[in-house]
């Protein structure tokens, strides 16, 4: 782990850590066993050893409860998405992408809250799917980081998702992927916001807003006249047609999507005990 905090693992766990570099064991946390290899090969060993475990029923209704609990919250979380409310709502766009979104699509993220939800809310099938510079705070990240990726494994349909002020600060290298026909997705959820830096204005310093709303031109349209494909969402309906149309365009595609500028989320809550809630 990268972490700095136990806000994602419980202080009581011990901890077994597999890390081809041997400084990197217990470097942030004690572990209770360190494993100097390469994950993939420990994982396999310890698959083939679980044949001989002692213990092997408390293991397999252990997991057979994780699948279980796993299951149900993935109901909940379709069941709890948000897709009649107009403008659209975080919750009921991942709910439609995770339904227009290909099984074997690389997905990057950037920085911002956003996407951070978006880390936890969509489906990824087929290993390395995900991409994401998580706490690096790398703003403008998704875009040429799915370039890379899509020269890399051009087979692959590359999807990366963006706010608005994410995209703005890296736009110009999408005339890069239109002159070598580098064909991604990007899908920038226009919430015409920083929307970190808003939800912490709102939640901590009594909604004095400094900075914190971004004026963008129409994505799609700058897309077209770079030479690539553009695409508008304003309703949730519209989202599954347009990620279609923009994955098979046979050009770099840019989908605007309208998202609710009121639709905040403030993620390190920690950060700002100290001025209360």
């Given at each position: 782990s990268t972490f700095y905090s136990y806000d994602n693992i419980n202080k009581d766990a011990e901890i077994i850590q597999v890390e081809l570099e041997p400084t990197a064991i217990g470097r942030f946390f004690p572990v209770a066993m360190g494993i100097w290899g390469d994950a993939a090969t420990v994982a396999r060993q310890l698959r083939e050893t679980n044949t001989n475990l002692k213990n092997k029923a408390a293991v397999e209704a252990w997991t057979a409860q994780l699948k279980a609990d796993r299951a149900a919250y993935l109901d909940?979380?379709?069941?709890?998405a948000d897709t009649g409310t107009h403008p659209i709502q975080p919750s009921g766009l991942f709910k439609e992408l995770r339904a227009a979104l290909p099984k074997d699509?690389?997905?990057?993220m950037d920085a911002g809250t956003l996407c951070l939800q978006a880390t936890d809310a969509l489906n990824y099938w087929q290993p390395p799917?995900?991409?994401?510079?998580?706490?690096?705070?790398?703003v403008g990240f998704s875009f040429a980081c799915g370039l890379g990726i899509k020269v890399a494994r051009p087979e692959r349909p590359v999807v990366s998702l963006m706010g608005d002020g994410g995209f703005g600060m890296t736009i110009s290298e999408f005339s890069t992927a239109v002159a070598y026909n580098i064909n991604t997705v990007t899908l920038v959820m226009n919430n015409q916001c920083w929307g970190a830096e808003k939800a912490y204005q709102r939640d901590f310093f009594g909604e004095r807003y400094i900075g914190a709303?971004?004026?963008s031109p129409p994505f799609d349209k700058v897309a077209e006249l770079y030479g690539g494909a553009g695409f508008r969402v304003d309703r949730i309906g519209e989202v599954g047609e347009a990620v279609a149309a923009a994955l098979n365009c046979g050009k770099p595609a840019v989908v605007d999507i309208q998202v609710d500028p009121a639709a905040l989320y403030s993620f390190r809550r920690d950060s700002f005990k100290h001025r209360g809630s």
């Amino acid at each position: 782990s990268t972490f700095y905090s136990y806000d994602n693992i419980n202080k009581d766990a011990e901890i077994i850590q597999v890390e081809l570099e041997p400084t990197a064991i217990g470097r942030f946390f004690p572990v209770a066993m360190g494993i100097w290899g390469d994950a993939a090969t420990v994982a396999r060993q310890l698959r083939e050893t679980n044949t001989n475990l002692k213990n092997k029923a408390a293991v397999e209704a252990w997991t057979a409860q994780l699948k279980a609990d796993r299951a149900a919250y993935l109901d909940k979380r379709d069941a709890d998405a948000d897709t009649g409310t107009h403008p659209i709502q975080p919750s009921g766009l991942f709910k439609e992408l995770r339904a227009a979104l290909p099984k074997d699509a690389a997905v990057t993220m950037d920085a911002g809250t956003l996407c951070l939800q978006a880390t936890d809310a969509l489906n990824y099938w087929q290993p390395p799917s995900l991409f994401t510079p998580l706490d690096f705070g790398l703003v403008g990240f998704s875009f040429a980081c799915g370039l890379g990726i899509k020269v890399a494994r051009p087979e692959r349909p590359v999807v990366s998702l963006m706010g608005d002020g994410g995209f703005g600060m890296t736009i110009s290298e999408f005339s890069t992927a239109v002159a070598y026909n580098i064909n991604t997705v990007t899908l920038v959820m226009n919430n015409q916001c920083w929307g970190a830096e808003k939800a912490y204005q709102r939640d901590f310093f009594g909604e004095r807003y400094i900075g914190a709303d971004i004026a963008s031109p129409p994505f799609d349209k700058v897309a077209e006249l770079y030479g690539g494909a553009g695409f508008r969402v304003d309703r949730i309906g519209e989202v599954g047609e347009a990620v279609a149309a923009a994955l098979n365009c046979g050009k770099p595609a840019v989908v605007d999507i309208q998202v609710d500028p009121a639709a905040l989320y403030s993620f390190r809550r920690d950060s700002f005990k100290h001025r209360g809630s």
